[in-house]
């Protein structure tokens, strides 16, 4: 009886060990580019910041009102597909809200990789004729551990 309980627990424990890596494997990583746009890094990004580029939060309104950079707006773009690079036709983005100059300097973030609403809303700005996206692909996450300003 001992050797089926155990056998039983190893072969649960297996299980929810293949089951867990068959969930991290389904997020993927994002990129180190985005085509058209400029991909960023932190210490590029708050040189921008500083120089009073529109920075685009692209989470979701409560991660928004819970912490943001400081001036950002807040512009859910709102995926069919999360944690993955796919566009879907049914996936939106409020483009009124993006300014109507199109040479605006543009900073679009989320939550650092694997979130994806950062760089498919710098991906929608690019194919609706903005012309300077940025895409901060460690966004807030690293933000906050260079010390920069949250609020």
Not at 24 to 51: C, H, N, W
Not at 82 to 103: R, W
Not at 110 to 132: E, H
């Amino acid at each position: 009886m001992r050797l089926i309980q155990r056998t039983s627990v190893i072969l649960g424990a297996a299980f929810l060990l293949s089951m867990a890596s068959t969930a991290v494997r389904a997020a993927e990583e994002t990129p180190m580019s985005i085509p058209g746009g400029t991909y960023v890094s932190t210490a590029q990004a708050k040189d921008l910041f500083d120089k009073g580029a529109l920075f685009i939060d692209s989470r979701v309104t409560a991660e928004y009102a819970e912490e943001h950079i400081k001036g950002a707006v807040g512009i859910v773009y709102k995926e069919k597909h999360s944690k993955v690079s796919k566009i879907d036709p049914e996936d939106t983005m409020d483009m009124s809200k993006l300014p109507s100059d199109k040479t605006k300097v543009l900073v679009f973030y989320c939550n650092g990789s694997p979130c994806w609403r950062g760089y498919k809303g710098a991906t929608m700005a690019i194919k609706s004729g903005y012309s300077k996206v940025h895409w901060y692909r460690d966004g807030i996450p690293a933000w906050k551990a260079a010390g920069h300003t949250v609020q």
